[in-house]
């Protein structure tokens, strides 16, 4: 009875194993396209539905791709010579259009889309550090509040931060003991033009762009869009990596 009780749970540490790898696979597998399940090449039959989306839940409420999002982020700065926690950072939002799941969503007035803001902080080679979502509603100095906020406990060598004239406002000069410095436009600008750091954080937008999950936001809740943000960014710290070894 006593190896049959092992065996049966062995059998089910194996079940839970494969299920949180799924729920890791299925989550790279509706980001990118390219990438090819497993089940496609018959190794392995896929998991319920209801068991991946569990662990799945449980990845997203304990944070795990937002930590595992901290050490690659350390371990690449380290790899290219830098701190591993930094000291400058730069931030921008993108407004995206929902879809019918659902959740909340507001109206960007400026930008003309019915959906969600994306708030991205990033270090200077464009590394997302702190990554939030909420209605595209709220203006743009409002939600750098709770970014630059939330960024202390991580990242707490952060003394500099740049961001466009959207964020020229007292409440996010003196949300925190980071020192916000605008990058304007040059006043003789005629179209387009790379600004200043700024363009740093823009370029992440197009990297994590490139996820079809993210083309819009389908989530119908604002933990569920954030948990695929930073599971972007792992994606591509992970790639970064690779490509060093």
Not at 35 to 55: D, E, I, K, N
Not at 110 to 116: F, S, W
Not at 138 to 150: E, F, H, N, S, T
Not at 199 to 214: D, H, K, Q, T, Y
């Amino acid at each position: 009875m006593g190896d049959l009780g092992s065996a049966t749970a062995a059998a089910g540490e194996d079940w839970q194993t494969s299920a949180l790898v799924d729920a890791r696979s299925d989550g790279r597998y509706l980001l990118r396209p390219a990438f090819r399940l497993p089940v496609a090449h018959g190794t392995r039959p896929l998991r319920p539905r209801s068991t991946v989306y569990r662990w799945f839940v449980r990845l997203r409420d304990e944070g795990v791709f937002e930590t595992i999002n901290h050490h690659l982020l350390a371990r690449d700065r380290e790899r290219t010579g830098r701190q591993a926690s930094p000291s400058a950072a730069v931030f921008d939002s993108q407004s995206v259009k929902t879809t019918e799941a659902g959740g909340p969503r507001g109206y960007d007035a400026g930008k003309k889309v019915n959906g969600r803001k994306r708030h991205a902080l990033v270090d200077t080679d464009g590394r997302a550090l702190v990554l939030q979502a909420h209605p595209a509603s709220i203006q743009d100095r409002d939600g750098a509040l709770p970014l630059l906020k939330a960024s202390r406990k991580a990242f707490p060598f952060i003394k500099r931060a740049f961001a466009d004239s959207a964020y020229a406002a007292d409440r996010v000069a003196h949300a925190t003991c980071i020192a916000v410095e605008i990058v304007r436009k040059h006043p003789n600008q005629v179209g387009f033009a790379v600004h200043p750091r700024r363009w740093v954080v823009e370029r992440f937008f197009a990297w994590i762009g490139r996820n079809r999950r993210l083309a819009k936001d389908f989530e119908a809740t604002i933990p569920s869009a954030e948990a695929f943000l930073y599971a972007a960014s792992v994606m591509l710290l992970t790639r970064r990596l690779a490509r060093s070894l």
